[in-house]
């Protein structure tokens, strides 16, 4: 059977089910959000003489509840039209609409009364054969199969979204006892592909997988911090970026999500969970019963492990909870030696044996955390899964860990981190002994490209289902490579298509990026057919290397700066004029120097979660690598006969010069950085780089040419420069701007007005970039560029002076 999901129907509006109504709306899906009625009138609703029987009465729960949810920041929704496509409505006057859906997902409260209610309900009006599935975090599925029809059990599961359902990329896909194996293979495939997640099948045992060993892991921090008497600092510090955990790493995690909700999963797994050789680990510490009984949950009550605080004079300073005294006071600064060793180590991978091995408290901490860890999860397999990469992807995809449990027990190695677990009083599972003695010294290896996991029914190595539509370049790297500098590792992606990775920190662009990415088109011109710039790192690029640029105008060293300046604009313009087409993969953050690179691509396969944008004003300087130029082209390329073309440059002027960066892929057409019907957009990171790929390899064999070098782009001159000095000159009057901030619009402006011609004139794409690279470098010449460079590397924010 051929499943076309082309409308769903979300059944509760709260924050999760708004949440997901808005993931499917991303994806161009229709959506019908539904949620009961009001009990009685509000006051405007009194006010204005309305009943409980108006139309906007019955629906004024899921209106508001969606209303909230589309203002929340960070959004749930890509680009703000596509809101357009969820209906809302109401469980009495519109149930019957599910009769035209696809899927029926239920995300209601967490009682098992309740679901069973609605179930009962939609039953009278889903069609035969329509998906039908719980959002629940731990409910167990058989026990809302009960009383339902065979057809209703055979299509009905557990898809557990985590929240916000835009963000994190865990779907966890319960079966029911009586689930087809056609539905589950469907929606893993289909969580995959169009929903852009990691899809995970899990047991239906309480909490499933992400939540039973994440919630294992921050109890046992809960109860580690008073046996190592610890600061809620000095954990947020070791359980942090350190070890490729979110920045919130432990407490500040807990604050943001609530400490009621990670209360009541932790006691859903102590009161359901009575076998678990950890039972008494999930019972909660003294200091949380007080922050429960307080009210001190987090965010949402204003103070829960921190607390933000105003003093009368207005400073602000977060303070934290001390857990002995359970009193708030200043933040404590957090420092171990054994961290210090790490900070040469790039890869977080490669830290883990450095951090087991510390001397000082952080060692001891890391040895009795990961000890317990390696021990809890080893004995989750076969209870919660089958498999060891179902847990490792879980905590990945759902608490944004960079490794799983069992990578980085393969990074300290398995048979030394079984000597580190038995000296802390712990012993892994059975089947870890049998998998060393049947010969295998790791759990997972590459072969082939491809990723191999251990397999305990087999005692081998099996390849990890599920890679086919993926490249994954930690896998080709070594065995692909054709160049590498410092700065970046080209790789041979097959098909005669190269790519060229950063390696760069934070994927800066200097002078070694650029080398290399010159090195790859000069190799893909001479022996291949395409090239793709693209990574699988955190960020696609957070721009240019301004620590050069900084040295260069501190040292007055202006010859050199317009040479690196000018490398940066050839390289931009060979990516546009090579003979082989070029695609560019940007995702995360795509700032300043990374924002050009893709602005002169052939074609842009971006991830939906991109961050675009030229942000380059908050560093004192105007986009130099070719962005001032290319908004001017993109400009020109709008004019339009009868269009007040003056209009149109501001806009792309004034998306420089505010510095904007869209949230979305999608949001980056509204500011002309990607361009409709060449760009296009996907939602699953894990497949960009092969359907980049896939493009630059169409384009090559559909008879890619090398393009001629534009002559043609028209630009305003002194119309456009005057309408923009009298616009800056008026902002700045009015204390919407700063001197410096004005003197640097001013630049721009010059730029992209195409200088003080006196009339529109159509200029050459070298002529734009003459006059960019000129403004750029007279603007490093000013004292307040400086002070803006030195505090951005300082303090890695911009300064508005």
Known sequence: MQRRIKKVAVIGSGIMGSGIACHFANIGTEVLLLDILPRELNKKETAKGL??????????????????????????????????????????????????????????????????????????YRKSGTLITTNTSGIPIQFMNEGRSEDFQKHFCGTHFF?????LKLFEIIPGPNTSQE??????????????????????????????????????????????????????KLSGPVIGRPKSATFRTVDVVGLDTLVHVANGIYENCSNDERHDLFKLPDFIDTMIE??????????????????????KEILSLDLNTLEYRSKKRASFATLELTKSIDNVIDRFKVLVSGKDKAGEFYRKNLSALFAYVSNRIPEIADNLYQIDDAMKAGFGWEHGPFQIWDAIGVEKAIEMMKAEGYEPAAWVTDMIEAGNTSFYTVKDGATYCYDIASKSQKKKPGQDSFII????????????????????????????????????????????????????EKDYQGLVIGNQGANFSVGANIGMIFMLAVEQEYDEMNMAIKYF????????????????????????????????????????????????????????????KEMALRASDTFAKGDVELNRLQEYFLTVGMAKVATSAYEAYDLGLLQKGKDLVVVNKDRQIAVAKAHAKLMAESGYTQPVR???????????????????????????????????????????????????TKVSEQYLLDLEREAFMSLCTERKTLERLEHMLKKGKPLRN
């Open 473 to 524: 370049l930690d896998n080709i790297r070594k065995t692909n490579e054709v160049y590498k500098n410092s700065g970046v590792v080209v790789e041979d992606l097959g098909d005669g298509i190269l790519n060229c990775e950063f390696q760069s920190k934070m994927n800066s662009i200097g002078g070694d990026v650029l080398t290399g990415i010159n090195k790859a088109i000069d190799l893909a």
């Open 183 to 236: 539905v589950l293979d469907f929606l893993n495939s289909y969580g995959e592909q169009f929903l852009g997640k990691t899809s995970v099948v899990a047991k239906d045992t309480p909490a499933f997988i992400g939540n039973r060993i994440g919630i294992f892991s921050i109890m046992s921090l809960f109860h580690m911090v008073k046996e190592m008497d610890l600061t809620i600092e000095e954990v947020d």
């Open 163 to 167: 929240n916000p359902a835009r963000y």
């Open 294 to 315: 307080n009210k001190w949950l987090g965010s949402k009550t204003k103070q829960g492990f921190y607390k933000k605080t105003v003093s009368p004079e207005g400073k």
């Open 710 to 760: 534009r002559k043609d782009v028209k630009v305003l001159g002194k119309q456009a420069l005057g309408m923009f000095l009298v616009g800056t000159d008026s902002m700045q009057a009015s204390n919407y701007i700063s001197e410096h901030d004005q003197k640097i619009a001013n630049k721009l402006a010059y730029v992209m007005a195409g200088g003080d011609l006196s009339e529109p």
């Open 51 to 124: 009943s409980l029987e108006d139309k906007e009465v019955r629906n004024r729960l899921v209106n508001d509840q969606l209303t909230a949810a589309l203002k929340s920041k960070p959004s749930p929704i890509y680009h703000k039209d596509f809101a357009s496509r969820i209906t809302t409505g109401n469980l009495e006057d519109d149930l019957h609409k599910i009769a035209d859906v696809d899927w029926i997902i239920e995300v209601v409260v967490e009682r098992l009364d309740i679901k069973k209610s609605v179930f009962e309900k939609i039953e009278k």
């Open 569 to 628: 604009q050839d390289t931009t313009m060979r990516l546009r004029y090579s003979s082989i087409p070029t695609v560019v993969a940007p995702h995360g953050m795509t700032l300043g120097g990374g924002c050009e690179l893709a602005l002169h691509a052939d074609k842009v396969v971006a991830a939906a979660e991109t961050y675009i944008g030229l942000v380059e004003f908050g560093v004192g300087v105007i986009p130099g690598g070719g962005g001032s």
